[in-house]
């Protein structure tokens, strides 16, 4: 414990006690972060493992800049050893790796002591993420809802579903239709804005109990849309 403490010391001038309040204080930011992460994130590729390693990255950083503090040779020695590290986890979310590089930055100015910067910036950007998940910011589209159904043209007429979109929907737009079975079984791709988002289960209930109507499947697409 003693050849520990006194290697640290080599690299940082922090005391034990320091150490024990940077790397809470690393922990306690990281882990309101990644609450935030979870709160906000609204696209299929949640990990519950890419969660945690929020956290860990964020209090490994803070004990990797409290053994480099001012001493140059050691941080060479620090990144030449991290350099042999090979990562192979591709980050699917560009936002992911924003998140990525915020509790890296945290564990940085909680392990050089500055835990001014650390506090205020953390809840400084977590309120920027609230506003831009708020207003849905950069979302280009003008409907929320992509439909897709099959439709048997010998149960009736083509456009049976129509009376149903007029009672339900504001916006409709197209996307796509092929047919199957020499044209017998006709497949829509629409994407949809509705009245009231509040009546969607019954939109598709209504749906596919209408004659010829099967495979009805609804995806939201306010977040994430490639089609």
Same mark, same amino acid.
């Given at each position: 414990m003693?050849? $520990? $403490?006194?290697s640290l010391?080599? =690299?940082?001038?922090? =005391? $034990?006690f320091d150490i024990i309040i940077s790397i809470g204080i690393s922990f306690a930011l990281s882990l309101f972060i990644a !609450?935030?992460?979870k709160y906000t994130h609204r696209s299929v590729s949640y990990s519950r493992t890419f969660l945690n390693s929020l956290i860990i990255i964020s209090t490994v950083v803070s004990v990797i800049m409290i053994i480099i503090g001012g001493n140059v040779a050691v941080? !060479? =020695?620090v990144f030449g050893a991290l350099s042999l590290i090979r990562f192979r986890t591709a980050v699917k979310d560009p936002r992911d790796m924003a998140f990525m590089f915020f509790v890296i930055a945290v564990g940085m100015a909680s392990g050089i002591g500055r835990y001014?910067?650390?506090?205020i910036s953390t809840f400084l950007i977590c309120l920027i993420i609230f506003l831009l998940n708020r207003y849905n910011f950069g979302s280009t589209q003008h409907s929320d809802y992509i439909l897709t159904f099959s439709l048997d043209s010998n149960g009736g007429a083509s456009d049976i579903y129509?009376?149903? !979109?007029?009672? !339900?929907?504001d916006i409709e737009q197209l996307l796509n239709v092929h047919t199957k079975q020499a044209g017998?079984?006709?497949h829509f791709t629409?994407? $949809?804005?509705f009245k009231d988002e509040h009546k969607i289960d019954d939109f598709v209930k209504q749906l596919d109990m209408t004659q010829g109507v099967s495979q009805v499947d609804i995806l939201s697409t306010k977040d994430d849309i490639e089609y």
């Open positions: 003693d050849t $520990l $403490l006194q010391s080599q =690299g940082s001038s922090m =005391g $034990l !609450f935030v992460y941080a !060479f =020695g001014d910067i650390a506090i129509k009376p149903i !979109f007029k009672r !339900f929907v017998k079984i006709m629409f994407s $949809l804005k």
